[in-house]
């Protein structure tokens, strides 16, 4: 047998992806499927994949992936290559998203496939938080402030997600749908914590912490939102001193957030608090 030149041969290698389960209609909208990731129709791993309740159903997201290798002869028992690993891709028609866990391994291997990171969650584990700077002084938030706090969360978030793809009607009833699930009870909705930072008696920015979130083991800072005036004056620091110091009073021993990729400040801001990264939140285009 010879090949193009002497000593060399070609092989032919085909990569297809096996149902390996039934589809699954979840309450949130998505529907999601495992699959088997088969060369040459020899298994060599697995994914999920599902659609995307947050992007709508032209996104897609891979919510599971690991491989296996061969041991011992070709026709031999397989042990994991690596664990399998959990990770999100989300995008719309012309783009696609996927978070991967925070090992060069799988980051290098998504950036060499196109995937640029679109954000990132950080974390650290809690230890008595120091107090806040002379003058600064935080407060819960009042039902007369909560209605204008949410429409701004709400102006952003729209602006984000529509600035990503997701058709605008989607990002409003998106929206609108988790403002229901989150506030129930509205400011007062228990394990959601909304805080006023003032200083020198003039209100300069606000915290949302959520004390109870599925997949956290500890709190979670969903915004963090200081006055545009006030910015770079310190007050970011002090609103997650008061996260830091509300997550350890509810019993909770550790504080996650997620930061857009091009938020140098916020990534700096969060390192020198002693946050690492856990996870990416990689994206490319697909169509």
């Known amino acids: 047998m010879t090949g193009p030149r002497a000593g060399e041969y070609k092989v032919l290698v085909t990569t297809t992806l096996r149902p390996a389960g039934p589809e699954v209609r979840h309450d949130d909208g998505r529907r999601s499927r495992p699959y088997d990731i088969c ?16 992007f709508g159903p032209t996104a897609g997201r891979i919510e599971a992936l690991g491989s296996t ?15 399998p690993r959990k990770c999100c891709a989300a995008g719309g028609a012309g783009r696609s998203n ?37 003058g600064s002084v935080d407060r819960p938030m009042s039902e007369t402030e909560y209605p204008a706090w949410w429409d701004a969360v709400v102006a952003e978030r729209i602006r984000s997600e529509t600035a990503q793809g997701v058709p605008l009607a989607h990002a409003e009833r ?29 209100d300069v920015g606000t915290l949302w912490l959520v004390l109870r979130l ?14 545009p005036e006030h910015r770079g004056e310190g007050h970011g620091r002090s609103l997650m001193l008061v996260a830091e110091r ?4 509810a019993g909770r021993g550790s504080l996650a957030l997620n930061v857009a990729a091009d938020n140098v400040p916020a990534l700096g801001l969060y390192r020198s608090l002693g946050y690492r990264t856990t996870a990416y939140r990689m994206w490319k285009p697909i169509l």
């Open 39 to 54: 060369v040459n129709s020899r298994r060599v791993g697995g994914i999920q994949l599902a659609t995307d309740a947050r």
């Open 69 to 83: 290798r061969p041991t011992g002869t070709a026709a031999g028992p397989r042990s994991p290559r690596w664990p």
């Open 98 to 134: 996927s978070p991967c866990p925070r090992t060069p391994r799988p980051r290098c291997a998504s950036a060499a496939l196109g995937y640029t990171e679109r954000s990132r969650t950080m974390a650290r584990a809690l230890t008595r938080p120091g107090g806040l700077p002379d």
């Open 174 to 202: 998106t929206t609108a749908a988790e403002h229901d699930a989150l506030f129930p009870e509205g400011v007062a909705t228990p394990g959601q914590v909304l805080r006023v930072l003032a200083h020198e008696g003039r």
């Open 214 to 227: 599925p997949g956290q083991p500890g709190g979670y800072v969903r915004d963090v939102r200081v006055a």
């Open 246 to 249: 509300e997550t350890l009073s």
